[in-house]
T-cell receptor, first 113, second 112 residues
Framework: NAGVMQNPRHLVRRRGQEARLRCSPM?????VYWYRQLPEEGLKFMVY????????ESGMPKERFSAEFPKEGPSILRIQQVVRGDSAAYFC???????????FGDGTRLSIL | GQQVMQIPQYQHVQEGEDFTTYCNSS?????IQWYKQRPGGHPVFLIQ?????EVKKQKRLTFQFGEAKKNSSLHITATQTTDVGTYFC????????????FGKGITLSVRP
């Protein structure tokens, strides 16, 4: 039973480009969460999705960031017109039900040149 | 907004010493979850506490949920070098759509 799969593991973009981060939840999990982590910082909640619906996006910046979890395929975190401050590790987690423990992927390390 | 306090941020212990850390909330929680992240790795779920005053053990790790469901503790008996990592508590406020708010974590280093 594969865990949460995130790709790519490392992503390098130049300022102004778009970054697309993908997350396939564990089998049977319909709840997906995205977090951002800066070095020596905690996990900052960004968005919570449940198949095709955004449940809570209170942690998402108002501009340039969007997330989706389509009926078929992985969840996507999209960052448009990236800036240096977007450099961070982005973790995806999934859970089978509300309030159950979350299983994390290996993360995508995003670097902006 | 909800405040999650984990202090201190770093702790260094000698191998074999005991270690305790705390996680405090400004609001009453529906449950609290603890995760461990090794350097360069991803957070891994350790335990979930739901009931007031609940105590759970995992080998040398003991987790406790406060009576008022506003704080939690993690105690490690006789630390080993394999305990190195950052320990995060994730707090879920009642009615908060399953959203976890994490503290900054405490990074534990163990001197052999």
């Amino acid at each position: 039973n594969a865990g949460v799969m995130q790709n790519p593991r490392h992503l390098v973009r130049r300022r102004g480009q778009e970054a697309r981060l993908r997350c396939s939840p564990m089998k049977g999990h319909s709840h997906v969460y995205w977090y951002r982590q800066l070095p020596e910082e905690g996990l900052k909640f960004m968005v919570y999705l449940q198949k095709e619906n955004i449940i809570d996006e209170s942690g998402m910046p108002k501009e340039r960031f969007s997330a989706e979890f389509p009926k078929e395929g992985p969840s996507i975190l999209r960052i448009q017109q990236v800036v240096r401050g977007d450099s961070a590790a982005y973790f995806c987690a999934s859970s089978p039900q509300v309030s159950e423990p979350q299983h994390f992927g290996d993360g995508t390390r995003l670097s902006i040149l | 907004g909800q405040q999650v306090m984990q202090i201190p941020q770093y702790q260094h212990v000698q191998e074999g010493e005991d270690f305790t850390t705390y996680c405090n909330s400004s609001t009453t929680l529906s449950n609290i979850q603890w995760y461990k992240q090794r350097p360069g790795g991803h957070p891994v779920f350790l335990i979930q506490l739901v009931k007031s005053g609940e105590v759970k053990k995992q080998k040398r790790l003991t987790f406790q949920f406060g009576e008022a469901k506003k704080n939690s503790s993690l105690h490690i008996t006789a630390t080993q070098t394999t305990d190195v990592g950052t320990y995060f508590c994730g707090q879920e406020v009642t009615g908060a759509n399953s959203k976890l708010t994490f503290g900054k974590g405490i990074t534990l280093s163990v001197r052999p």
